[in-house]
């Protein structure tokens, strides 16, 4: 089973509107959770970080708020554009520098 | 700029066969992962490397080996490729400082199994 739950799978938001993508942990060891952002044909590489000493995290129109005592966490995109269009992963970590990847979140911005 | 470079974009083998996903590092970094991502599952850590000969499982190596003899390169072994194998492999470094550290990912290499 997935220890990093995400969702929605898909999204759909007109230019302009914002993105919300939700993630879900249940290991209390975690203590870093990136984002990840893929365009189709590259890897994976990182979008924004938060430590769970903080409830949110902003740079530029990227958002992470966090909930520790629900164990959830949330990505924002404000002001989405086209070029925001992607695939978002949540990650978290504890110990170590191994990720646990939630399932992804395809975002589409029409224009 | 890390740059991490697979060996092949894309790779069609047949069930049964020994098949090698190579990766390259630049960056003199201690870390290395292999993952797979499949639709719906994200990625999913198949082995890691902390050090020169040196490699642990992660959540997914049943089916797989690694090797690591120089610290930019980092090999995947699928000793008998079968059907379920066929996905994105996605290789990734990281410098040695933790959890914290960014991890720099190939572009991958999209494996498909016959």
């Known amino acids: 089973q997935q220890q990093v739950k995400q969702s929605p799978q898909s999204l759909i938001v007109q230019k302009g509107g914002i993105s919300i993508i939700n993630c879900a942990y249940e290991?209390?060891?975690?203590?870093?959770f990136p984002w990840y952002q893929q365009f189709p044909g590259k890897g994976p590489a990182l979008l924004i970080a938060i430590r769970p000493d903080v409830s949110e995290k902003k740079e530029g129109r990227f958002t992470i708020s966090f909930n520790k005592s629900a164990k959830q966490f949330s990505l924002h995109i404000m002001d989405s554009q086209p070029g925001d269009s992607a695939t978002y992963f949540c990650?978290?970590?504890?110990?170590?520098?191994?990720?646990?990847f939630g399932g992804g979140t395809r975002v589409l911005v029409k224009p | 700029d890390v740059k991490v470079t697979q060996s092949s974009r894309y790779l069609v083998k047949r069930t049964g066969e020994k098949v090698f996903l190579e990766c390259v590092q630049d960056m003199d970094h201690e870390n290395m992962f292999w993952y797979r991502q499949d639709p719906g599952l994200g990625l999913r850590l198949i082995y890691f490397s902390y050090d020169v000969k040196m490699k642990e499982k992660g959540d997914i190596p049943e089916g797989y080996s690694v090797s690591r003899e120089k610290k930019e390169r980092f090999s995947l072994i699928l000793e008998s490729a079968s059907t379920n194998q066929t996905s994105m492999y996605l290789c990734?470094?990281?410098?040695?400082?933790?959890?914290?550290?960014?991890?720099?990912f190939g572009p991958g290499t999209r494996l498909l199994v016959l």
């Open positions: 290991n209390t060891a975690f203590d870093y």
């Open positions: 990650a978290a970590s504890g110990a170590g520098n191994k990720l646990t």
């Open positions: 990734a470094s990281s410098s040695g400082g933790g959890a914290v550290e960014t991890q720099y």
